[in-house]
Protein backbone atom coordinates (compact mmCIF):
# COMPACT_ATOMS: atom_id res chain seq x y z
CA UNK A 1 0.00 0.00 0.00
CA UNK A 2 1.22 3.52 -0.93
CA UNK A 3 2.50 6.20 1.65
CA UNK A 4 4.11 9.29 2.03
CA UNK A 5 7.43 8.79 3.33
CA UNK A 6 7.01 12.40 5.29
CA UNK A 7 4.39 11.17 6.92
CA UNK A 8 5.50 7.84 8.24
CA UNK A 9 9.01 8.64 9.10
CA UNK A 10 8.34 11.31 10.87
CA UNK A 11 4.81 9.88 13.04
CA UNK A 12 4.04 10.78 14.93
CA UNK A 13 5.32 14.26 15.65
CA UNK A 14 4.80 14.80 11.69
CA UNK A 15 1.19 14.03 12.13
CA UNK A 16 0.21 16.11 15.03
CA UNK A 17 2.58 19.29 15.03
CA UNK A 18 2.51 21.97 17.48
CA UNK A 19 2.00 24.84 15.11
CA UNK A 20 -1.12 23.26 14.45
CA UNK A 21 -2.86 22.62 17.44
CA UNK A 22 -6.46 24.10 17.26
CA UNK A 23 -7.74 23.80 20.68
CA UNK A 24 -9.35 21.02 22.88
CA UNK A 25 -12.42 18.94 23.19
CA UNK A 26 -15.26 20.15 25.69
CA UNK A 27 -17.87 17.73 24.58
CA UNK A 28 -18.65 13.88 23.33
CA UNK A 29 -21.42 13.33 21.85
CA UNK A 30 -22.13 10.10 19.23
CA UNK A 31 -22.20 11.73 16.39
CA UNK A 32 -19.87 14.31 16.88
CA UNK A 33 -18.11 16.35 19.05
CA UNK A 34 -17.09 20.00 20.21
CA UNK A 35 -13.94 21.62 21.14
CA UNK A 36 -12.77 24.92 22.92
CA UNK A 37 -10.75 26.53 20.38
CA UNK A 38 -7.58 28.29 20.94
CA UNK A 39 -6.75 30.46 18.20
CA UNK A 40 -10.61 32.04 17.50
CA UNK A 41 -9.53 35.60 18.11
CA UNK A 42 -6.73 35.80 15.39
CA UNK A 43 -7.69 37.77 12.25
CA UNK A 44 -6.65 34.70 9.68
CA UNK A 45 -5.36 31.14 10.09
CA UNK A 46 -1.54 29.70 9.72
CA UNK A 47 0.59 28.64 7.10
CA UNK A 48 2.97 26.00 7.54
CA UNK A 49 5.36 24.17 4.97
CA UNK A 50 3.55 25.66 2.18
CA UNK A 51 0.14 25.66 3.02
CA UNK A 52 -2.27 27.69 4.84
CA UNK A 53 -4.17 25.89 7.51
CA UNK A 54 -7.73 27.75 9.29
CA UNK A 55 -6.68 26.15 12.42
CA UNK A 56 -10.55 26.47 13.26
CA UNK A 57 -12.28 27.38 10.12
CA UNK A 58 -15.25 25.71 8.95
CA UNK A 59 -14.60 22.38 6.58
CA UNK A 60 -11.01 22.19 7.74
CA UNK A 61 -9.82 18.48 8.18
CA UNK A 62 -8.77 17.68 11.42
CA UNK A 63 -7.07 15.05 13.89
CA UNK A 64 -8.15 14.62 17.28
CA UNK A 65 -5.60 12.18 19.30
CA UNK A 66 -7.31 10.02 21.24
CA UNK A 67 -6.41 7.46 24.35
CA UNK A 68 -6.37 4.60 21.82
CA UNK A 69 -5.82 5.93 18.13
CA UNK A 70 -6.24 8.87 16.41
CA UNK A 71 -9.55 10.49 14.96
CA UNK A 72 -10.41 11.59 11.59
CA UNK A 73 -12.89 14.72 11.52
CA UNK A 74 -14.42 17.99 10.05
CA UNK A 75 -14.98 21.44 11.47
CA UNK A 76 -19.06 21.91 10.79
CA UNK A 77 -19.79 24.65 12.78
CA UNK A 78 -17.87 28.12 14.81
CA UNK A 79 -19.68 29.70 17.28
CA UNK A 80 -19.87 31.85 20.53
CA UNK A 81 -21.98 31.04 22.97
CA UNK A 82 -24.84 33.60 23.56
CA UNK A 83 -23.53 35.48 26.41
CA UNK A 84 -20.29 36.28 24.48
CA UNK A 85 -21.58 36.83 21.21
CA UNK A 86 -21.72 40.75 21.81
CA UNK A 87 -18.24 40.56 22.33
CA UNK A 88 -17.26 40.47 18.52
CA UNK A 89 -17.37 43.69 16.86
CA UNK A 90 -16.06 45.74 14.29
CA UNK A 91 -12.53 45.52 15.84
CA UNK A 92 -12.82 41.64 16.20
CA UNK A 93 -9.62 41.12 14.96
CA UNK A 94 -8.17 42.78 18.40
CA UNK A 95 -9.72 39.72 20.85
CA UNK A 96 -8.01 37.35 21.28
CA UNK A 97 -9.31 35.75 23.99
CA UNK A 98 -12.51 34.89 22.49
CA UNK A 99 -14.51 31.96 24.00
CA UNK A 100 -15.58 30.16 20.64
CA UNK A 101 -17.09 26.55 20.35
CA UNK A 102 -16.67 24.55 16.97
CA UNK A 103 -18.66 21.60 16.15
CA UNK A 104 -17.05 18.52 14.34
CA UNK A 105 -18.77 15.55 12.72
CA UNK A 106 -16.55 12.74 13.36
CA UNK A 107 -15.62 10.94 10.06
CA UNK A 108 -13.24 7.68 10.62
CA UNK A 109 -10.46 6.11 12.84
CA UNK A 110 -6.70 6.83 11.94
CA UNK A 111 -4.20 3.52 13.19
CA UNK A 112 -1.37 4.82 15.47
CA UNK A 113 1.12 2.21 13.92
CA UNK A 114 0.29 2.16 10.39
CA UNK A 115 -1.80 5.20 9.93
CA UNK A 116 -4.14 2.98 7.79
CA UNK A 117 -7.92 5.12 7.91
CA UNK A 118 -11.10 3.57 8.68
CA UNK A 119 -14.58 4.87 8.49
CA UNK A 120 -16.06 5.58 11.41
CA UNK A 121 -15.37 5.70 15.00
CA UNK A 122 -13.02 2.63 16.95
CA UNK A 123 -13.02 4.52 20.44
CA UNK A 124 -14.51 7.78 21.06
CA UNK A 125 -12.10 10.25 22.63
CA UNK A 126 -12.34 11.96 26.28
CA UNK A 127 -12.84 15.14 26.95
CA UNK A 128 -9.56 17.82 27.28
CA UNK A 129 -8.22 15.60 24.23
CA UNK A 130 -6.33 17.34 21.76
CA UNK A 131 -7.26 18.73 18.17
CA UNK A 132 -5.16 19.43 15.75
CA UNK A 133 -5.45 20.51 11.77
CA UNK A 134 -4.70 17.77 9.53
CA UNK A 135 -1.80 18.13 7.83
CA UNK A 136 -2.66 18.50 3.91
CA UNK A 137 0.09 15.77 2.80
CA UNK A 138 -1.96 13.13 5.21
CA UNK A 139 -5.46 14.35 4.02
CA UNK A 140 -3.75 14.01 0.43
CA UNK A 141 -2.94 10.72 0.88
CA UNK A 142 -6.67 9.68 2.39
CA UNK A 143 -7.27 7.76 -0.95
CA UNK A 144 -4.61 5.28 -0.37
CA UNK A 145 -4.29 5.21 3.31
CA UNK A 146 -8.11 3.90 3.28
CA UNK A 147 -7.27 0.86 1.34
CA UNK A 148 -7.42 -2.49 2.95
CA UNK A 149 -4.67 -4.17 4.43
CA UNK A 150 -2.30 -6.41 2.18
CA UNK A 151 -3.33 -4.12 -1.06
CA UNK A 152 -0.53 -4.20 -3.81
CA UNK A 153 1.01 -1.20 -4.67
CA UNK A 154 -0.55 0.79 -7.22
CA UNK A 155 1.38 1.11 -10.31
CA UNK A 156 -1.33 3.60 -12.32
CA UNK A 157 -2.35 6.51 -10.50
CA UNK A 158 -4.67 8.85 -11.49
CA UNK A 159 -3.16 12.45 -10.84
CA UNK A 160 -6.61 14.59 -10.25
CA UNK A 161 -5.81 17.97 -7.67
CA UNK A 162 -4.72 19.08 -4.69
CA UNK A 163 -5.84 19.74 -1.37
CA UNK A 164 -4.99 23.40 -1.16
CA UNK A 165 -4.94 25.79 -3.47
CA UNK A 166 -1.28 26.12 -3.64
CA UNK A 167 -1.40 22.76 -4.97
CA UNK A 168 1.95 21.29 -2.34
CA UNK A 169 -0.50 18.05 -1.64
CA UNK A 170 -1.42 16.46 -4.85
CA UNK A 171 -4.02 13.55 -4.78
CA UNK A 172 -4.23 10.47 -6.84
CA UNK A 173 -6.63 7.90 -7.25
CA UNK A 174 -6.50 4.28 -8.81
CA UNK A 175 -9.09 4.09 -11.28
CA UNK A 176 -10.45 0.70 -9.45
CA UNK A 177 -11.80 3.37 -7.18
CA UNK A 178 -12.83 5.52 -9.54
CA UNK A 179 -14.52 3.96 -12.26
CA UNK A 180 -14.67 0.16 -10.44
CA UNK A 181 -18.07 0.59 -9.26
CA UNK A 182 -19.07 3.13 -12.09
CA UNK A 183 -18.56 7.04 -11.63
CA UNK A 184 -21.10 10.10 -11.85
CA UNK A 185 -19.61 13.76 -12.47
CA UNK A 186 -22.41 16.13 -11.24
CA UNK A 187 -22.43 20.24 -10.89
CA UNK A 188 -24.35 23.04 -12.19
CA UNK A 189 -22.98 25.12 -15.20
CA UNK A 190 -19.73 26.81 -14.36
CA UNK A 191 -19.14 24.52 -11.46
CA UNK A 192 -16.16 22.74 -13.41
CA UNK A 193 -17.29 19.07 -14.47
CA UNK A 194 -16.54 19.52 -17.80
CA UNK A 195 -12.99 20.28 -16.54
CA UNK A 196 -13.11 17.76 -14.15
CA UNK A 197 -13.96 14.94 -17.48
CA UNK A 198 -11.55 15.80 -19.07
CA UNK A 199 -8.54 16.09 -16.42
CA UNK A 200 -9.64 12.84 -15.54
CA UNK A 201 -9.22 11.56 -19.36
CA UNK A 202 -6.04 13.36 -19.91
CA UNK A 203 -4.82 11.36 -16.61
CA UNK A 204 -6.30 8.05 -18.12
CA UNK A 205 -4.29 8.51 -21.54
CA UNK A 206 -0.93 8.40 -19.84
CA UNK A 207 -2.05 4.68 -19.40
CA UNK A 208 -2.92 1.52 -21.41
CA UNK A 209 -6.84 3.25 -20.53
CA UNK A 210 -10.04 2.07 -23.25
CA UNK A 211 -12.18 5.67 -22.61
CA UNK A 212 -14.89 5.61 -25.25
CA UNK A 213 -16.46 9.11 -24.79
CA UNK A 214 -19.91 10.10 -26.23
CA UNK A 215 -19.60 14.02 -26.38
CA UNK A 216 -23.23 15.55 -26.76
CA UNK A 217 -22.11 18.91 -27.43
CA UNK A 218 -18.48 18.75 -28.92
CA UNK A 219 -17.03 20.48 -26.21
CA UNK A 220 -14.06 18.06 -25.93
CA UNK A 221 -13.62 18.44 -29.84
CA UNK A 222 -9.57 19.52 -28.19
CA UNK A 223 -8.31 16.30 -27.29
CA UNK A 224 -5.20 15.25 -29.59
CA UNK A 225 -2.50 12.97 -30.00
CA UNK A 226 -1.58 9.43 -31.17
CA UNK A 227 -4.05 7.52 -29.22
CA UNK A 228 -6.85 9.52 -29.90
CA UNK A 229 -9.74 9.24 -32.36
CA UNK A 230 -12.29 11.24 -33.02
CA UNK A 231 -15.72 10.43 -34.90
CA UNK A 232 -18.47 12.52 -35.42
CA UNK A 233 -22.45 11.44 -36.83
CA UNK A 234 -24.40 14.29 -38.90
CA UNK A 235 -23.09 17.04 -39.13
CA UNK A 236 -21.64 18.62 -36.38
CA UNK A 237 -20.74 23.34 -36.27
CA UNK A 238 -17.78 22.52 -34.97
CA UNK A 239 -15.62 19.19 -35.59
CA UNK A 240 -12.17 17.95 -34.41
CA UNK A 241 -9.38 18.82 -36.91
CA UNK A 242 -9.12 14.88 -37.36
CA UNK A 243 -12.38 13.82 -37.01
CA UNK A 244 -13.88 11.07 -39.48
CA UNK A 245 -17.45 11.02 -40.34
CA UNK A 246 -19.69 7.41 -39.14
CA UNK A 247 -22.86 6.53 -39.86
CA UNK A 248 -25.15 4.11 -37.26
CA UNK A 249 -26.73 0.96 -39.44
CA UNK A 250 -30.08 0.00 -38.56
CA UNK A 251 -29.24 -2.77 -37.66
CA UNK A 252 -28.30 -1.19 -34.64
CA UNK A 253 -32.13 -0.87 -34.10
CA UNK A 254 -34.11 -3.88 -32.40
CA UNK A 255 -38.05 -3.82 -33.26
CA UNK A 256 -39.27 -2.14 -30.18
CA UNK A 257 -36.72 1.03 -31.44
CA UNK A 258 -38.90 0.94 -34.70
CA UNK A 259 -42.23 0.57 -33.15
CA UNK A 260 -41.63 3.43 -31.00
CA UNK A 261 -40.42 5.78 -33.19
CA UNK A 262 -42.32 5.40 -35.90
CA UNK A 263 -45.76 4.88 -33.41
CA UNK A 264 -48.04 2.73 -34.93
CA UNK A 265 -51.56 3.91 -33.84
CA UNK A 266 -54.80 1.88 -33.24
CA UNK A 267 -55.59 -2.02 -34.10
CA UNK A 268 -54.39 -2.22 -37.38
CA UNK A 269 -51.54 -0.22 -37.51
CA UNK A 270 -49.46 -1.87 -35.26
CA UNK A 271 -49.76 -6.13 -36.19
CA UNK A 272 -49.57 -5.00 -40.32
CA UNK A 273 -46.28 -2.92 -39.22
CA UNK A 274 -44.80 -5.96 -37.57
CA UNK A 275 -45.86 -8.29 -40.12
CA UNK A 276 -44.04 -5.68 -42.93
CA UNK A 277 -41.05 -6.15 -40.75
CA UNK A 278 -41.22 -10.06 -40.32
CA UNK A 279 -41.79 -10.39 -44.25
CA UNK A 280 -38.57 -7.87 -44.55
CA UNK A 281 -36.64 -10.05 -42.39
CA UNK A 282 -37.05 -13.21 -44.56
CA UNK A 283 -36.92 -11.24 -47.81
CA UNK A 284 -33.26 -10.34 -46.59
CA UNK A 285 -32.63 -13.88 -45.34
CA UNK A 286 -33.76 -15.24 -48.46
CA UNK A 287 -33.71 -12.89 -51.22
CA UNK A 288 -34.82 -15.78 -54.05
CA UNK A 289 -38.26 -15.01 -53.25
CA UNK A 290 -38.42 -10.98 -52.87
CA UNK A 291 -39.48 -9.35 -55.36
CA UNK A 292 -37.60 -5.77 -55.79
CA UNK A 293 -36.86 -6.07 -51.92
CA UNK A 294 -40.14 -7.13 -50.62
CA UNK A 295 -42.97 -9.74 -50.48
CA UNK A 296 -45.32 -9.61 -52.83
CA UNK A 297 -48.42 -10.56 -50.87
CA UNK A 298 -51.74 -9.40 -53.29
CA UNK A 299 -52.92 -12.73 -54.85
CA UNK A 300 -49.82 -14.40 -54.67
CA UNK A 301 -49.00 -18.17 -53.47
CA UNK A 302 -48.39 -18.66 -49.70
CA UNK A 303 -46.24 -21.72 -50.70
CA UNK A 304 -42.78 -20.22 -51.60
CA UNK A 305 -43.10 -17.97 -47.96
CA UNK A 306 -43.74 -21.14 -46.08
CA UNK A 307 -41.14 -22.87 -47.55
CA UNK A 308 -38.69 -20.15 -46.36
CA UNK A 309 -40.16 -19.67 -43.25
CA UNK A 310 -39.40 -23.39 -41.97
CA UNK A 311 -35.80 -22.60 -42.85
CA UNK A 312 -34.95 -19.55 -41.20
CA UNK A 313 -37.58 -19.80 -38.38
CA UNK A 314 -35.11 -19.09 -35.41
CA UNK A 315 -33.38 -16.22 -37.15
CA UNK A 316 -37.13 -14.93 -38.28
CA UNK A 317 -38.16 -14.33 -34.99
CA UNK A 318 -35.51 -12.20 -33.69
CA UNK A 319 -36.38 -8.77 -33.07
CA UNK A 320 -32.24 -7.87 -33.80
CA UNK A 321 -32.33 -9.54 -37.40
CA UNK A 322 -31.54 -7.20 -39.91
CA UNK A 323 -33.94 -5.55 -42.67
CA UNK A 324 -34.28 -2.64 -45.33
CA UNK A 325 -36.20 -0.10 -43.36
CA UNK A 326 -36.55 1.65 -46.12
CA UNK A 327 -38.85 -1.22 -48.33
CA UNK A 328 -41.30 -0.67 -45.19
CA UNK A 329 -44.05 1.42 -46.57
CA UNK A 330 -44.06 -0.85 -49.60
CA UNK A 331 -44.37 -4.31 -47.85
CA UNK A 332 -47.25 -2.44 -44.99
CA UNK A 333 -49.18 -2.28 -48.47
CA UNK A 334 -48.66 -6.48 -49.36
CA UNK A 335 -50.03 -7.41 -45.90
CA UNK A 336 -53.00 -5.13 -46.37
CA UNK A 337 -54.47 -8.51 -47.78
CA UNK A 338 -57.26 -10.81 -47.04
CA UNK A 339 -55.35 -14.01 -45.18
CA UNK A 340 -56.77 -16.29 -47.64
CA UNK A 341 -57.96 -15.99 -51.28
CA UNK A 342 -61.46 -16.68 -52.80
CA UNK A 343 -61.95 -19.95 -55.51
CA UNK A 344 -64.66 -17.35 -57.30
CA UNK A 345 -65.08 -13.87 -55.71
CA UNK A 346 -66.96 -12.59 -53.70
CA UNK A 347 -69.31 -15.80 -53.12
CA UNK A 348 -66.54 -18.48 -53.54
CA UNK A 349 -64.87 -20.84 -51.61
CA UNK A 350 -61.81 -20.03 -49.57
CA UNK A 351 -58.32 -21.13 -51.56
CA UNK A 352 -55.67 -20.61 -48.18
CA UNK A 353 -53.03 -21.57 -50.43
CA UNK A 354 -53.12 -17.99 -51.46
CA UNK A 355 -53.25 -14.64 -49.55
CA UNK A 356 -56.45 -12.46 -51.08
CA UNK A 357 -56.80 -9.26 -52.95
CA UNK A 358 -56.44 -5.93 -51.40
CA UNK A 359 -58.62 -5.90 -47.76
CA UNK A 360 -58.91 -1.61 -47.90
CA UNK A 361 -56.98 -1.29 -44.66
CA UNK A 362 -54.60 0.30 -46.68
CA UNK A 363 -56.17 3.06 -45.73
CA UNK A 364 -56.26 3.05 -42.22
CA UNK A 365 -52.33 2.70 -42.46
CA UNK A 366 -51.60 6.20 -44.00
CA UNK A 367 -51.24 8.07 -41.42
CA UNK A 368 -48.18 5.40 -40.77
CA UNK A 369 -47.01 5.23 -44.06
CA UNK A 370 -46.21 9.35 -43.92
CA UNK A 371 -44.60 9.06 -40.63
CA UNK A 372 -42.67 6.34 -41.41
CA UNK A 373 -41.73 8.15 -44.64
CA UNK A 374 -40.72 11.31 -42.35
CA UNK A 375 -38.82 9.73 -40.33
CA UNK A 376 -37.03 7.70 -42.91
CA UNK A 377 -36.25 11.03 -44.66
CA UNK A 378 -35.24 13.60 -41.53
CA UNK A 379 -32.19 15.15 -41.38
CA UNK A 380 -32.46 14.34 -37.90
CA UNK A 381 -31.64 10.49 -38.61
CA UNK A 382 -29.78 10.83 -42.08
CA UNK A 383 -26.53 9.09 -40.13
CA UNK A 384 -29.02 6.10 -39.87
CA UNK A 385 -30.90 5.77 -42.95
CA UNK A 386 -29.49 8.06 -46.04
CA UNK A 387 -25.59 7.97 -45.29
CA UNK A 388 -22.84 5.78 -47.12
CA UNK A 389 -19.88 6.59 -44.28
CA UNK A 390 -18.31 3.41 -42.48
CA UNK A 391 -20.43 1.82 -39.66
CA UNK A 392 -19.39 3.57 -36.27
CA UNK A 393 -20.16 -0.10 -34.85
CA UNK A 394 -16.98 -1.17 -36.64
CA UNK A 395 -14.98 1.46 -35.80
CA UNK A 396 -16.14 0.83 -32.12
CA UNK A 397 -15.03 -3.27 -32.58
CA UNK A 398 -11.91 -1.86 -33.77
CA UNK A 399 -11.04 0.37 -31.04
CA UNK A 400 -11.30 -2.83 -28.27
CA UNK A 401 -8.52 -4.65 -30.03
CA UNK A 402 -6.11 -1.70 -31.45
CA UNK A 403 -3.68 0.34 -29.33
CA UNK A 404 -5.78 3.55 -29.21
CA UNK A 405 -6.79 4.92 -25.69
CA UNK A 406 -9.74 7.63 -26.49
CA UNK A 407 -12.13 7.10 -28.84
CA UNK A 408 -14.46 10.33 -28.98
CA UNK A 409 -17.54 10.04 -30.64
CA UNK A 410 -19.45 13.56 -31.12
CA UNK A 411 -23.26 13.54 -31.22
CA UNK A 412 -23.79 17.27 -31.63
CA UNK A 413 -24.39 16.91 -35.02
CA UNK A 414 -27.57 14.74 -34.53
CA UNK A 415 -30.59 17.13 -33.75
CA UNK A 416 -33.12 16.42 -31.11
CA UNK A 417 -36.20 15.98 -33.54
CA UNK A 418 -38.36 12.51 -33.14
CA UNK A 419 -35.54 12.16 -29.79
CA UNK A 420 -32.90 11.39 -32.84
CA UNK A 421 -30.39 11.98 -30.05
CA UNK A 422 -31.68 9.85 -27.47
CA UNK A 423 -32.09 6.83 -29.73
CA UNK A 424 -28.82 7.02 -31.52
CA UNK A 425 -26.80 7.15 -27.87
CA UNK A 426 -29.26 4.62 -26.58
CA UNK A 427 -28.30 2.51 -29.87
CA UNK A 428 -24.22 3.08 -29.50
CA UNK A 429 -24.83 1.88 -25.53
CA UNK A 430 -26.88 -1.50 -26.88
CA UNK A 431 -24.00 -2.09 -28.94
CA UNK A 432 -21.42 -1.79 -26.08
CA UNK A 433 -23.57 -3.70 -23.59
CA UNK A 434 -23.62 -6.53 -25.88
CA UNK A 435 -20.02 -6.31 -26.77
CA UNK A 436 -19.57 -6.57 -22.68
CA UNK A 437 -22.00 -9.63 -22.62
CA UNK A 438 -20.00 -11.63 -25.36
CA UNK A 439 -17.07 -10.80 -23.10
CA UNK A 440 -15.50 -8.81 -25.20
CA UNK A 441 -13.98 -6.43 -22.29
CA UNK A 442 -12.65 -9.41 -20.05
CA UNK A 443 -9.07 -8.32 -20.78
CA UNK A 444 -9.50 -5.30 -21.65
CA UNK A 445 -11.68 -3.22 -19.48
CA UNK A 446 -13.79 -0.58 -21.42
CA UNK A 447 -14.79 3.35 -19.23
CA UNK A 448 -17.70 4.83 -21.25
CA UNK A 449 -17.93 8.39 -20.62
CA UNK A 450 -21.28 10.02 -21.41
CA UNK A 451 -21.73 13.73 -21.54
CA UNK A 452 -24.95 15.05 -20.69
CA UNK A 453 -26.38 12.26 -19.39
CA UNK A 454 -29.67 13.80 -18.22
CA UNK A 455 -30.77 14.16 -21.92
CA UNK A 456 -29.95 9.75 -22.62
CA UNK A 457 -30.83 7.91 -19.56
CA UNK A 458 -34.61 7.41 -17.95
CA UNK A 459 -36.27 8.37 -21.06
CA UNK A 460 -38.63 6.19 -23.21
CA UNK A 461 -39.69 6.89 -26.80
CA UNK A 462 -43.33 6.32 -28.42
CA UNK A 463 -46.72 6.85 -27.25
CA UNK A 464 -48.82 4.97 -24.81
CA UNK A 465 -49.79 2.09 -26.80
CA UNK A 466 -45.55 1.74 -28.36
CA UNK A 467 -43.99 3.04 -25.40
CA UNK A 468 -40.08 1.71 -25.42
CA UNK A 469 -37.88 2.26 -22.92
CA UNK A 470 -34.30 3.82 -23.47
CA UNK A 471 -32.17 1.90 -20.94
CA UNK A 472 -29.44 0.85 -22.35
CA UNK A 473 -27.18 3.01 -20.24
CA UNK A 474 -28.91 2.14 -16.85
CA UNK A 475 -28.64 -1.83 -17.87
CA UNK A 476 -24.98 -0.90 -18.26
CA UNK A 477 -25.10 0.64 -14.71
CA UNK A 478 -26.46 -2.36 -13.29
CA UNK A 479 -24.93 -5.13 -14.87
CA UNK A 480 -21.95 -4.03 -17.38
CA UNK A 481 -19.09 -3.81 -14.07
CA UNK A 482 -18.77 -7.89 -13.86
CA UNK A 483 -18.06 -7.74 -18.07
CA UNK A 484 -15.42 -5.10 -17.90
CA UNK A 485 -17.52 -2.52 -18.89
CA UNK A 486 -17.75 0.48 -16.62
CA UNK A 487 -19.80 3.90 -17.18
CA UNK A 488 -18.56 7.72 -16.34
CA UNK A 489 -21.76 9.84 -16.18
CA UNK A 490 -21.56 13.75 -16.32
CA UNK A 491 -24.59 15.70 -15.73
CA UNK A 492 -25.76 19.05 -14.24
CA UNK A 493 -29.28 17.74 -13.41
CA UNK A 494 -28.63 14.67 -11.04
CA UNK A 495 -32.64 14.69 -10.29
CA UNK A 496 -33.59 13.91 -13.86
CA UNK A 497 -31.27 10.83 -13.23
CA UNK A 498 -33.12 7.76 -12.28
CA UNK A 499 -32.62 6.99 -8.62
CA UNK A 500 -32.12 3.06 -9.38
CA UNK A 501 -29.26 4.47 -11.73
CA UNK A 502 -27.40 7.32 -9.65
CA UNK A 503 -27.28 4.51 -6.42
CA UNK A 504 -25.22 2.34 -8.55
CA UNK A 505 -22.59 5.17 -9.22
CA UNK A 506 -19.89 3.80 -6.22
CA UNK A 507 -17.99 7.48 -6.93
CA UNK A 508 -19.22 10.84 -7.11
CA UNK A 509 -17.58 13.56 -7.82
CA UNK A 510 -19.89 16.51 -7.18
CA UNK A 511 -19.02 20.32 -7.76
CA UNK A 512 -21.55 23.24 -6.73
CA UNK A 513 -24.83 22.06 -6.58
CA UNK A 514 -27.27 24.35 -5.38
CA UNK A 515 -30.90 22.81 -6.42
CA UNK A 516 -32.30 21.75 -3.33
CA UNK A 517 -33.55 18.33 -5.36
CA UNK A 518 -29.96 17.99 -6.99
CA UNK A 519 -28.28 17.37 -3.50
CA UNK A 520 -31.50 15.24 -1.71
CA UNK A 521 -30.80 12.80 -4.59
CA UNK A 522 -27.23 12.79 -4.39
CA UNK A 523 -27.85 12.30 -0.80
CA UNK A 524 -29.59 8.98 -1.12
CA UNK A 525 -27.66 8.36 -3.61
CA UNK A 526 -24.18 8.15 -1.32
CA UNK A 527 -25.67 6.62 1.53
CA UNK A 528 -26.16 7.94 5.27
CA UNK A 529 -22.30 8.44 6.09
CA UNK A 530 -21.81 10.74 3.35
CA UNK A 531 -24.41 13.40 4.32
CA UNK A 532 -22.63 15.20 6.35
CA UNK A 533 -20.89 16.57 2.90
CA UNK A 534 -23.95 17.65 1.40
CA UNK A 535 -23.84 20.87 3.24
CA UNK A 536 -20.77 21.84 1.68
CA UNK A 537 -21.83 21.63 -1.70
CA UNK A 538 -23.57 24.60 -2.82
CA UNK A 539 -20.44 26.48 -1.42
CA UNK A 540 -17.80 24.90 -3.49
CA UNK A 541 -16.22 27.05 -5.54
CA UNK A 542 -15.48 26.67 -9.48
CA UNK A 543 -13.75 23.82 -10.06
CA UNK A 544 -13.34 22.50 -6.68
CA UNK A 545 -15.23 18.93 -5.52
CA UNK A 546 -16.12 16.62 -3.21
CA UNK A 547 -15.26 13.05 -4.05
CA UNK A 548 -17.63 10.84 -1.89
CA UNK A 549 -19.24 7.35 -2.35
CA UNK A 550 -18.18 3.47 -1.48
CA UNK A 551 -14.71 3.40 -2.06
CA UNK A 552 -14.42 6.63 -0.64
CA UNK A 553 -16.63 6.52 2.78
CA UNK A 554 -14.40 9.51 3.99
CA UNK A 555 -15.99 12.23 1.82
CA UNK A 556 -12.70 14.08 0.13
CA UNK A 557 -12.80 18.04 -0.99
CA UNK A 558 -9.85 18.35 -3.89
CA UNK A 559 -9.25 21.02 -6.14
CA UNK A 560 -9.07 19.88 -9.39
CA UNK A 561 -5.45 20.50 -12.27
CA UNK A 562 -6.64 22.51 -14.87
CA UNK A 563 -6.88 20.44 -18.09
CA UNK A 564 -4.47 20.70 -21.16
CA UNK A 565 -7.19 20.43 -23.79
CA UNK A 566 -9.55 22.67 -21.82
CA UNK A 567 -13.30 21.96 -22.91
CA UNK A 568 -14.90 24.57 -25.77
CA UNK A 569 -17.85 25.56 -23.25
CA UNK A 570 -17.56 29.13 -22.93
CA UNK A 571 -20.43 31.31 -23.82
CA UNK A 572 -20.59 33.99 -26.70
CA UNK A 573 -18.29 37.55 -25.80
CA UNK A 574 -20.73 39.97 -25.13
CA UNK A 575 -17.78 43.01 -24.72
CA UNK A 576 -16.49 41.80 -28.68
CA UNK A 577 -19.61 40.62 -30.32
CA UNK A 578 -21.30 43.72 -29.17
CA UNK A 579 -18.82 46.06 -28.94
CA UNK A 580 -18.80 49.25 -31.01
Same mark, same amino acid.
Given at each position: MSRSPNIEEAFPR?????????? *?????????????????????????????????? =????????????????? *? =????????????????HSKVMDLDAVGTIQLLGSVAMDSLRVTAGVESYPRLGDRVYAAPHNFVADLPSLMEPEGSPESKVLLRLGSIDVALESTVSIRPEKLFGRHCAILGTTGGGKSWTTARIIEECLKHKAKIILLDATGEYRGFSGPFVTHFHLGSPVNTATCSLPRSLPPTCFVESDFIALFEP??????????????????????????????????????????????????????????? +? =???????????? =?????????????? +????????????SYCLSLISRISAVITSPSFSCVFNCSDPALTTAIDDFIINDQRLLRICLSGVAYEFKAREIVANAIGRHLLNKARAGAFANSPVVVAVDEAHNFLGRQIGGEETVARLDAFELIAKEGRKFGLNICLTTQRPRDITEGVLSQMGTLVVHRLTNDRDREVVERACGEIDRSASSFLPNLKPGEAAIIGADFPIPLTIHIFPPEAQPKSDGPNYQNCWGI
Amino acid at each position: MSRSPNIEEAFPRGLLRPELFIG *VLSSVTAQAVRFNLNDAGFPSGAHFLGGRYGKGE =VGEFVLIEGQINLLLGR *V =VEIRLPEPERRSVDAAHSKVMDLDAVGTIQLLGSVAMDSLRVTAGVESYPRLGDRVYAAPHNFVADLPSLMEPEGSPESKVLLRLGSIDVALESTVSIRPEKLFGRHCAILGTTGGGKSWTTARIIEECLKHKAKIILLDATGEYRGFSGPFVTHFHLGSPVNTATCSLPRSLPPTCFVESDFIALFEPAGKVQGPKMRAAMRSLRLAKLVPTIATNGIIKKIDQSKGPVIAAEAGVAAQLDDPRQDF +D =VHKLSAQIEQEC =VYPDAFASYPKGSK +DPTKWGSDSGELSYCLSLISRISAVITSPSFSCVFNCSDPALTTAIDDFIINDQRLLRICLSGVAYEFKAREIVANAIGRHLLNKARAGAFANSPVVVAVDEAHNFLGRQIGGEETVARLDAFELIAKEGRKFGLNICLTTQRPRDITEGVLSQMGTLVVHRLTNDRDREVVERACGEIDRSASSFLPNLKPGEAAIIGADFPIPLTIHIFPPEAQPKSDGPNYQNCWGI
